[in-house]
């Protein structure tokens, strides 16, 4: 779908122009005149409009926007006032992009899911929140566990229970780095007969209701080797595969597989660990693209809990030698551990305690009963939840 912000600027290329971006406070210095003004800048040569929701607390502006933004407060200027201000402009323009700017609080007292209705039927196109950080929830299930048909299912459903980004295990019979539950999962997939050909065939299928989600497929260089490398990376960019995570490929053997991938479209994530000292780090990062993954503990996955403290340092430490962002995985099994992850990092991944919650809900065969999709899911959910709240203010 082309938005009305992807046509102009798909305009001014034309046009061999940049854009001409204007911010006015939404209400200053009151509601009618500040609809008049906004009426005028398109005629005035504004490409894009960005209009500020007025805000007690703007943090990150300076004297002149804060004097605008008490003015439309003064002058009874509100959330719902500005959505209906943008409907009014509307009916005389349809082709202006309108830009929403400025803090997750007032969205939030309003109902986030009810503006995004609003907003958009009142023909917003966009948004910048400036103190709203990107913090993602990943999730990881193992490709066919407890059976290709349930596992997909399983990760159709993950989108719709907040997970921004799944990462897919891909079955292998000597996960050096996995606990036990995961290791358990990829005996369980093999079993019921998954291979990487079937992972892709599962992601090519993923692909046909949701073009969106991004995929990232996480595990070991063995099975890729066996597939070969070039062949895998056709058919994994060509199901929908955005990203690779191989735990046993060091920096040093980026030429086997990280450079091919990377120029094949792909992302590639690398692994830091606490062990990974700021001498090893700018070799782990040389490459590294899409995100980086902090492993939180030291040893494997589902051994211990993550220490939110020493995470948010170690975060921190990552960061001063990267723009990108700074994910972390291992021990984060409940929605406040999530939650405290999430506000020291730009995401929280968990992976052991939906695999555990899978198998828990087996019968006593290990095949999947009516419950497998929805105990996975709705654990998703909730840890999501935990995800979100690391967002929003205090009340």
């Known amino acids: 779908m082309t ?30 005149t500040s609809l008049d003004i906004i009426k005028a800048l398109p005629k005035a040569g504004s490409d894009v409009i960005e209009i500020g929701m007025p805000f007690t607390d703007p943090m ?43 803090y997750y609080n007032p969205i939030y007292i309003y109902g986030v899911d009810k503006f995004l209705v609003d907003a958009k039927s009142a023909g917003v196109d966009g948004l910048i929140i ?21 596992s997909l299912d399983i990760i159709k459903a993950l989108p719709k229970a907040g997970s921004d980004i799944i990462e897919i295990g891909m079955p292998f019979t000597d996960p050096m780095a996995d606990g036990p539950a995961i290791q358990a999962a990829g005996l369980r997939a ?36 066996i597939y070969g490398v070039d062949k895998f990376l056709v058919d994994a960019k060509s199901a929908g595969v955005d990203g690779l995570i191989i735990v046993d490929l060091p920096p040093e053997e980026d030429i086997e597989l990280c450079l091919p991938a990377m120029k094949a479209g792909l992302n590639f994530i690398r692994l830091a660990t606490p062990t990974t000292d700021d001498k090893r780090l700018p070799a782990v990062l040389s490459n590294t693209s899409g995100f980086v993954y902090y492993v939180s503990i030291t040893g494997i996955t589902g051994s211990a809990s993550a220490d939110s403290t020493v995470v948010g340092q170690a975060v921190a430490r990552i960061k001063r030698h990267t723009k990108l962002p700074v994910c972390v995985g291992f021990g984060i099994r409940t929605p406040e551990a999530a939650r405290a992850i999430a506000e020291n990092a ?8 939906l695999v555990d919650a899978l198998r828990c809900s087996l019968d006593s ?24 709240e690391a967002r929003q203010p205090a009340e």
């Open 60 to 102: 990150a502006d300076g004297p002149a926007i804060q004097a605008a933004g008490l003015r439309a407060l003064k002058a009874g200027m509100t959330l719902k006032k500005t959505l209906s201000m943008v409907r009014e402009f509307r009916k005389d323009d349809n082709a202006t992009p309108l830009v929403l700017m400025g």
């Open 130 to 150: 400036v103190d709203l950080p990107p913090e993602e929830f990943i999730t990881f299930v193992m490709a066919g566990d407890p059976d290709p048909a349930t």
């Open 365 to 388: 065969d290990g095949k999947a009963t009516a419950k497998t999709v929805s105990a996975v899911a709705d654990l998703a959910a909730a840890l999501a939840q935990g995800v979100r």
């Open 346 to 353: 730009d995401g929280a991944v968990v992976g052991t305690a």
């Open 3 to 32: 938005t009305r912000i992807d046509a102009r600027f798909a305009a001014l290329k034309k046009e061999g122009r940049s854009a001409f971006i204007t911010f006015v406070m939404a209400g200053d210095p009151d509601p009618a």
């Open 190 to 225: 093999l079993k019921s007969g998954m291979t990487l050909k079937k992972t892709l065939s599962m992601v090519r299928e993923f692909r046909k209701d949701d073009n969106a989600t991004p995929l990232v497929l996480m595990g070991y260089y063995n099975p890729i080797y």
